[in-house]
């Protein structure tokens, strides 16, 4: 039998480690605590700075609008306010392309400069890229423009379209992209940060009306609500990022009619996708998955809500599910809003046309979300 004294020191020793685990314990809990406030603080302060930027921006963009409409209204400049000009211009132009104003500007020369019957120079790419970009942001006819940059509603339908071509020809290839090896890593990451493991985004269609659809497509292209209407099929990450476009189908098609219309699947079928590995549950998974509404097919590609849930864990997975799965709307949402055209009734009258306009605001938005 150990003695009592024997004892009694034994108990100060778990006495003295349980106090000093306690103490430990209670600084790793204060040392968390103030790791979290201060990264809360920074991001605060963060915030108001992006804040205060932006009020900064906007109140330079009004005054350089002011200075831009006075000299559009004068018939005759000087080299120095030519020069002027153009750099407002330019920066207007920067606002759509932060990342490459320079690159637009050089690969988008729709036209070289020629000089009118009377020796002045005609409307430089600045002005043509200025007007196309007028016509998609805030959907005015081509006509309007002619107060803000000087030139003719013709010109202005041009350059539209020059423009267009011109921006999914140059830069397609990186905006409109299917993820590689890089992008599904950060994506599955994401995806696992926000509870979903295996996510690479959410699917969805979006209507576009075509006002001034011909006649003898009127009947092919009308769907539900009577009125010619083309689909946008997208995947949108939680970015707001749009991965995949697939436009044109009529609206007379539904989901799943889309869905077997479009490529979305040709990169896995001819063994080009990258790999995809992830744990669930202890479990390891290769291939990804969308979220996706109740219509479309129970594929494995595919993870739906659940409509009925009976207990909490599936209260849990639907809640979850039905909340990430809004990425892709909110992505339409902001296409919508940063490109007035897209979200009221399409004017052209060729499919085309129509087709590399969605483009080139789809790949103006990506360039925006980077």
């Known amino acids: 039998m150990p003695s009592e004294a024997f004892q009694q020191w034994v108990d100060n020793i778990e006495k003295i480690n349980l106090e000093t685990e306690m103490e430990l314990t209670r600084l790793k809990y204060e040392g968390d605590s103030q790791i979290e406030r201060l990264k809360y603080e920074r991001e605060a302060q963060n915030e108001r700075v992006l804040l205060e930027n932006r009020k900064v921006s906007m109140k330079q963009n009004k005054i350089n609008l002011e200075l831009f409409k006075v000299l559009a209204s004068k018939d005759y400049l000087t080299e120095e306010e030519e020069n002027l000009k153009s750099h407002l211009v330019k920066k207007d132009l920067e606002t759509y392309f932060p990342h490459n104003s320079e690159n637009v500007i050089i690969k988008l020369s729709m036209a070289e400069n020629r000089p009118y019957a009377t020796g002045r120079l005609g409307a430089s790419t600045l002005l043509k890229c200025t007007a196309a970009i007028r016509l998609l942001a805030y959907a005015t006819s081509a006509d309007l423009v002619d107060d803000y940059l000087k030139i003719s509603g013709s010109l202005a339908r041009d350059s539209l379209q020059h423009f267009v071509e011109g921006v999914v020809a140059e830069f397609g290839d990186e905006y409109l992209r299917r993820p590689n090896e890089t992008d599904l890593t950060r994506l599955l990451y994401a995806g696992e940060e926000r509870g979903i493991p295996g996510m690479m985004g959410s699917i969805d269609c979006m209507h576009w009306r075509w006002k001034n659809c011909p006649l003898q497509f009127k009947g092919l292209y009308s769907g539900r609500a009577g009125k010619p209407t083309l689909i946008l099929k997208a995947i949108a990450s939680y970015d707001l990022w749009i991965w995949h476009a697939f436009f044109g189908t009529p609206s007379r098609c539904n989901d799943i009619n889309v869905l077997d219309r479009s490529p979305i699947f040709n990169d896995v079928f001819e063994g080009r996708a990258p790999p995809v590995s992830y ?50 709307e909110r992505a339409f949402g902001v296409l919508q809003a940063r490109f007035a055209i897209i979200g009221q009734p399409a004017l052209a009258r060729d499919k085309y046309m129509l087709g590399k306009i969605m483009f080139t605001c789809i790949i103006i938005h990506n360039m925006i979300t980077v």
């Open 279 to 328: 744990v669930i549950n202890g479990h390891q998974y290769d291939m990804g998955y969308y979220l996706i509404d109740g219509i479309y097919p129970q594929w494995a590609a595919f993870i739906p809500t659940i409509s009925l849930p009976l207990n909490e864990k599936e209260s849990l997975f639907a809640q979850k599910q039905e909340s990430k799965r809004k990425d892709v």
